[in-house]
């Protein structure tokens, strides 16, 4: 039997739509890796996981249900190993995680948290609002309605209206920013990190896609201070290049798919998932 002993649980279908099937191979895939070095890996549901006595040595988590994540910080304070943290997960619920990330510092567009019962047309014109993203703000994304891109403050109110009448009391409306889009993956405690332009190819490693050494220095850095800041291990994030060369983090993901680059991400993390292992001090014998 090996000395580490995982339970790996899967993102509920509700918290991935139109993403189920990568979602499942990605964990899927670490999961393997996992099993090559030698770990006794147990794979769960969210359901199975709320209900179960866990008792391996690491977490590996994509849920997102309340219960989960209160399972998950439990385990964590607990001192087992948790990836990723279920107070990183919480985190990445759209109202708190801009919060943090303005108190940060991280360049992130212009957002307001609202409430969907409020008119926010005269503060959003005050700022200069034109086209922006209105997305649910209070728990994580059930549908793909849960987003609307808008073209002006009028249909942005209009969305507000239809998150209220669908029980959404909370959203999140952020400036909309134009320019290249560069999608990131990364893994904080390891220091790994990808970055490409996706619109030009769909591959990470082709030469056409590859970032500029010092824009992709300034992307990785803000990506690794934004997970820092939320405390997410695995993650995925969007960024936008605009006109003027800055840089803004539009988007971060507690671990994503990884679909582009899916065998070297699960390689990666399972390297992470090893190196926390081996140095943590929690041992199976203690439970």
């Given at each position: 039997m090996s000395d580490i002993s995982i339970a790996a649980v899967l993102r509920a279908g509700i918290f991935s739509p139109n993403h189920i099937a990568n979602d499942a191979a990605i964990l899927h895939a670490v999961v393997a890796e996992l099993r090559k070095r030698g770990c006794d890996v147990s794979?769960?549901?969210?359901?199975?996981?709320?209900?179960?006595?866990?008792?391996?040595?690491?977490?590996?988590?994509?849920?997102?249900?309340?219960?989960?994540?209160?399972?998950?910080?439990?385990?964590?304070?607990?001192?087992?190993?948790?990836?990723?943290?279920?107070?990183?997960?919480?985190?990445?619920?759209?109202?708190?995680?801009?919060?943090?990330?303005?108190?940060?510092?991280?360049?992130?567009?212009?957002?307001?948290?609202?409430?969907?019962?409020?008119?926010?047309?005269?503060?959003?014109?005050?700022?200069?609002?034109?086209?922006?993203?209105?997305?649910?703000?209070?728990?994580?994304?059930?549908?793909?309605?849960?987003?609307a891109r808008c073209r002006h403050v009028e249909e942005a109110q209009e969305i507000l209206h239809e998150f209220f009448f669908r029980h959404i009391s909370k959203a999140v409306v952020s400036r909309a920013v134009e320019g290249e889009k560069i999608r990131c993956y990364g893994i904080l405690s390891s220091g790994t990190f990808h970055a490409f332009l996706p619109l030009r190819t769909p591959e990470g490693d082709d030469a056409a896609n590859a970032l500029p050494p010092d824009l992709y220095g300034k992307v990785k850095d803000i990506c690794m201070k934004a997970a820092e800041v939320l405390q997410v291990d695995v993650f995925g994030a969007d960024m936008v290049l605009d006109g003027q060369g800055v840089c803004h983090l539009v988007n971060f993901d507690d671990w994503p798919s990884f679909a582009p680059i899916r065998k070297q991400a699960a390689r990666a993390i399972a390297k992470a998932v090893m190196a926390r292992a081996r140095k943590s001090s929690y041992k199976r014998k203690s439970l």
């Open positions: 794979v769960y549901s969210e359901d199975e996981f709320v209900g179960a006595d866990i008792r391996e040595d690491v977490v590996l988590a994509m849920c997102r249900g309340e219960r989960a994540i209160a399972k998950l910080q439990s385990l964590e304070d607990a001192g087992r190993i948790v990836m990723n943290s279920g107070y990183g997960i919480e985190n990445c619920i759209r109202m708190i995680m801009v919060r943090l990330l303005e108190k940060a510092g991280i360049p992130i567009p212009c957002s307001f948290v609202v409430d969907t019962d409020v008119d926010v047309r005269k503060m959003l014109r005050k700022a200069g609002f034109g086209a922006c993203w209105v997305k649910k703000g209070e728990a994580p994304l059930h549908h793909l309605e849960d987003i």
